[in-house]
């Protein structure tokens, strides 16, 4: 009977990006100008959270403001609001720095 190892007790699991950032089936990845966000479908879009907007087909992300969304052009409310989707709620944020 051999005597086991006690560096089994410090083994750890391999840190990889999806396992960093949260990265499940139904997350969205996607390219910014700076880098990379992912945002979760399934997460409430609450006050003061983060988002990925779909803005008449153009994806932009936003803060959850009363009833509008705050983005680096301004501020997207009124009938624009009709053209406005919510994609998910920004869980990690990867910037690059080339």
Request: net charge negative.
């Amino acid at each position: 009977m051999a005597f086991p190892s006690p560096a089994v007790d410090y083994r750890e699991e391999r840190v990889t990006p999806a396992g960093v950032m949260g990265i499940t089936d139904s997350s969205i990845v996607i390219q910014t100008d700076e880098g990379y966000a992912v945002a979760e479908p399934a997460l409430p879009a609450k006050k003061g959270k983060m988002v990925l907007l779909q803005v008449s087909g153009k994806l932009l992300i936003g803060e959850v403001g009363n009833g509008n969304f705050i983005v680096n052009d301004g501020i997207i409310d009124g009938d624009v609001l009709d053209d406005t989707r919510v994609l998910g709620v920004i869980t990690f944020l990867v910037k690059s720095f080339d």
